[in-house]
């Protein structure tokens, strides 16, 4: 079982700044997509950010401007840099990547989930 393993998540203010990390395991040899999405309790999983091989990332409207992400190929490591939090933000943030492993077509591998609170 291939797992991602995400570091970064905690309780931060309103207005403050957390660094997700999420690092794939070396036997993931070609990635393609790599992304974030959130679920808070109730609701469905929705797309935060997500960027390519290339470097090209889109993000949700909610946070445009507030959060970055980005990637490190040869580490296998996808970043979001998130600015100016607020409560609405408040989730469990998932990591993803589209990769292929070997002869195994290209699917979709998740990190366990880390929570982010943004509370005061």
């Known amino acids: 079982q291939v797992q991602l393993v995400e570091s970064g998540g905690g309780l931060v203010q309103p207005g403050g700044s957390l660094r997700l990390s999420c690092v794939a395991p070396g036997s993931i040899s070609s990635i393609y997509l790599m992304g974030w999405v959130r679920q808070a309790p109730g609701n469905q999983r929705d797309l935060v950010a997500a960027i390519t091989s290339g470097g090209s990332a889109v993000y949700a409207d909610s946070v445009k401007g507030r959060f970055t992400i980005s990637r490190d190929n040869a580490a296998n490591t996808v970043f979001l840099e998130m600015s100016n939090l607020k409560p609405e933000d408040t989730s469990v943030y998932y990591c993803?990547?589209?990769?292929?492993?070997?002869?195994?077509?290209?699917?979709?591998?998740w990190g366990q989930g880390t929570q982010v609170t943004v509370s005061s």
């Open positions: 993803y990547v589209d990769a292929k492993i070997g002869t195994i077509s290209i699917r979709r591998y």
